[in-house]
């Protein structure tokens, strides 16, 4: 997956850069060409590593980083980045002379935006259990790889600035310019405040944590277009199905560089992750309990020693952090290291790990063999999308493309469009209904719905102005008026307010088949339904109660609600008849909103 965090120019320049090289000093020469301190002719491994890789770890500028960005940021690739010059560049400033970056009339508030790479537990454990530095290597270099080509593909998504604005408004594409850092751990991040009164950042602590090898890509917010223009990168770019499809692109990515190297893999359980089948379950599940303890931790050794938590620099913070991280594996473990605890741990479970080099061999497949296998992943994933959702982003169908190449194998990234042009052409099937897809523009992006969703909303509408027509099941004034007065509530003591409460318990009072109250959080909606169930159960009818989860259906119970249920059971009672529902049932749906078209047609069919 790929997840990603805005960094903010005004924080502390200096904190993010701590985050990101995890508290250690810069490099100060190139570790692909240093040999070990006591014999430059033997080698340890870390420059095996280093080599195959091309970066030590500590930070790396991203490859094919052009002119253009280089020059406007001030940026030296030809040397490794230095944490002033970095510190700068995540406050909106050159690297070199510290001076703003041009085209600041307007302040950015952003100065980059974290990517962060991440494959599936297998693929860490294999590179952190290989049996030889080489092989560790060899895993290292094919997340590299992918994560790169990803970058790249962000890059193209992203690396667009927006000039002018209105009927006058374009997009110049430019260069764009990343630094990435290599993690090899999970830890709890927490938020940091440089003492009292100083910048706050998420930072990684120095906890005991799990092996998760992920790289920080950290994009700077800035944008070096051919005509000399300085712009930003186009952040509107970034939504949630974007974020998802640039995950499922760096996995299908790394599918692939696994596969050349012989690696037995497979897509996970829920088709969204390339997964090495000879890591086993139990090993997953041990290296996946990240400790969430650090701040109490690190608190409660503070207050031990008589200081206040919140008065410390950043520095002695991550010190308590780090002596209280040291107390708690002191007690129960042996290793002092983390990778020496991980072997203990291995050990307990009995898992003792070789290799994942099976040589295995993959079948050629033709570019019409890789698009069909993609599709029908790709089919089924929209198919679910749409059964909850009315409308969705085209983007859906690049992400659910990229989804069906991790399986399918990816070649290059126009495979990703392709596939998604092939969704849009033939349309997909949905319980058994062919559907095609109707797009229309909306606030700039590209939204989609299907010929069945369409039918279904007509026919939604349909029933529900014929509910809305009928008067059976209206409550009447007095009714209404007499479980006012038993509820014992105060209306008066804000007046406007209860007079709008007033208002509403009547309007849902008197609606016959169909009613509906819109409120906002803490006006009161639970309260004012109160006298309305008291009044249907005066009147013989049974209230039911459902909303799309149990803890919002439960919370009905404060109005008197006995019968709670969430959506799914909820339906699964009525079609198995467990639940009856009759002209005497008063059903309640809380956040309506959140019901899908299509169930909330089934609804209405029910009632009619």
């Given at each position: 997956m ?14 993010i ?8 000093l810069e ?7 240093e040999?070990m301190?006591?014999?430059p ?6 420059r ?6 091309g970066r ?9 980083i052009?002119?253009r960005?280089?020059n406007a ?6 040397k490794v ?12 400033k050159?690297a ?9 009339g ?9 990517f962060?790479?991440?494959p ?8 952190e ?27 193209r ?7 002018a604005?209105?009927?006058?408004a374009?997009?110049e594409?430019?260069?764009?310019a ?13 938020q ?9 950042a ?7 944590g799990?092996p998760?090898f ?8 800035a ?7 300085l712009g930003?990168?186009?952040?509107a770019?970034?939504?949630k ?15 692939r ?37 650090a701040?109490?931790?690190?608190k409660a050794f ?8 919140k ?13 209280a ?6 007690k129960?473990?042996n290793g002092?290291?983390e990778?020496?605890?991980?072997r ?13 080099l099976?040589?295995k ?7 019409a ?5 993609a ?16 409308v969705i ?7 659910h ?20 042009d092939l ?8 319980d058994?209904?062919?559907?095609h ?11 989609v719905?299907t010929?069945e ?6 026919e ?5 102005d ?12 007095e009714a209404?008026?007499?479980?006012v007065?038993r ?6 003591k804000?007046?406007e ?8 318990i009547r ?8 009613g ?5 959080a ?7 339904l109160?006298?309305?169930?008291d009044?249907?159960?005066?009147d013989?009818r049974?209230v039911v ?8 259906a ?6 008197g609600i006995h019968k709670?249920y969430?959506?799914t ?11 009856v529902?009759?002209r005497?049932t ?17 609804v209405?069919?029910l009632?009619q």
């Amino acid at each position: 997956m790929i997840t990603y965090r805005k960094l903010s120019a005004d924080g502390a320049g200096k904190l993010i850069v701590a985050y990101l090289r995890e508290h250690q000093l810069e490099p100060t020469k190139d570790a692909r060409f240093e040999g070990m301190k006591d014999d430059p002719t033997l080698e340890g491994g870390g420059r095996l590593n280093t080599y195959y890789t091309g970066r030590d770890g500590k930070g790396a500028w991203g490859p094919n980083i052009g002119p253009r960005i280089a020059n406007a940021l001030g940026l030296d690739l030809t040397k490794v980045p230095s944490d002033e010059g970095l510190a700068r560049l995540f406050e909106c400033k050159r690297a070199d002379t510290g001076e703003a970056w041009s085209n600041m009339g307007r302040k950015r508030e952003v100065s980059g935006i974290d990517f962060t790479a991440s494959p599936d537990k297998t693929v860490s454990l294999a590179f952190e259990f290989a049996s030889t530095k080489a092989e560790q290597a060899l895993i290292a270099l094919a997340i590299h790889k992918a994560n790169d080509r990803a970058m790249a593909f962000i890059a193209r998504e992203i690396g667009l600035a927006r000039r002018a604005s209105g009927d006058n408004a374009y997009i110049e594409e430019g260069e764009v310019a990343w630094v990435s850092f290599r993690h090899y751990t999970s830890r709890p991040a927490l938020q940091i405040q440089d003492g009292p009164d100083g910048a706050t950042a998420s930072v990684e602590v120095p906890v005991p944590g799990d092996p998760q090898f992920h790289i920080h890509n950290a994009m700077f917010n800035a944008v070096a277009t051919e005509s000399g223009h300085l712009g930003s990168l186009d952040s509107a770019r970034i939504t949630k199905t974007t974020s998802f499809l640039f995950g499922a692109y760096f996995q299908a990515e790394l599918a692939r560089e696994l596969r050349a190297l012989g690696i037995a893999v497979r897509s996970d359980d829920r088709g969204r992750a390339i997964v090495i089948e000879a890591i086993p379950e139990r090993a997953r599940d041990m290296f996946s309990k990240r400790h969430q303890q650090a701040e109490k931790l690190g608190k409660a050794f503070a207050k031990r020693q008589g200081l206040d938590w919140k008065d410390l620099s950043a520095a002695q913070k991550f010190s308590i952090l780090h002596n209280a991280n040291l107390a708690y594996r002191s007690k129960k473990y042996n290793g002092s290291n983390e990778r020496e605890i991980w072997r203990e741990q291995a050990d307990e479970i009995g898992w003792h790990h070789e290799t994942v080099l099976t040589e295995k061999v993959y079948p050629e497949k033709t570019q019409a063999e890789r698009y069909e296998i993609a599709f029908a992943i790709a089919e089924k994933m929209l198919a679910e999308e749409f059964r909850t959702a009315a409308v969705i982003d085209r983007d859906a169908f690049r992400t659910h493309a990229a989804h069906g190449l991790i399986e399918a194998g990816i070649q290059e990234p126009e495979d990703v469009e392709r596939v998604a042009d092939l969704i849009e052409e033939r349309g997909i099937t949905i319980d058994g209904t062919h559907v095609h897809f109707i797009k229309e523009e909306q606030e700039g992006r590209c939204r989609v719905a299907t010929t069945e969703q369409i039918r279904v909303e007509k026919e939604m509408a349909r029933l529900a102005d014929i509910s809305t027509r009928t008067r059976e099941g209206a409550l009447t004034e007095e009714a209404i008026a007499a479980a006012v007065a038993r509820s014992g509530l105060d209306f008066g003591k804000e007046p406007e307010h209860g007079k709008a409460q007033l208002a509403a318990i009547r309007s849902l009072g008197l609606a016959g088949g169909l009613g509906f109250l819109t409120g906002v959080a803490g006006a009161g909606k639970t309260t004012l339904l109160r006298p309305l169930v008291d009044a249907w159960k005066e009147d013989g009818r049974d209230v039911v109660g459902m909303a799309i989860a149990w803890r919002q259906a439960d919370a009905l119970k404060d109005a008197g609600i006995h019968k709670t249920y969430a959506l799914t059971p909820f339906l699964h009672k009525i079609e198995t008849g467990e639940l009856v529902l009759d002209r005497k049932t008063v059903l309640v749906v809380d956040e309506v909103s959140q019901v899908s078209p299509r169930q909330l047609l089934r609804v209405l069919e029910l009632q009619q």
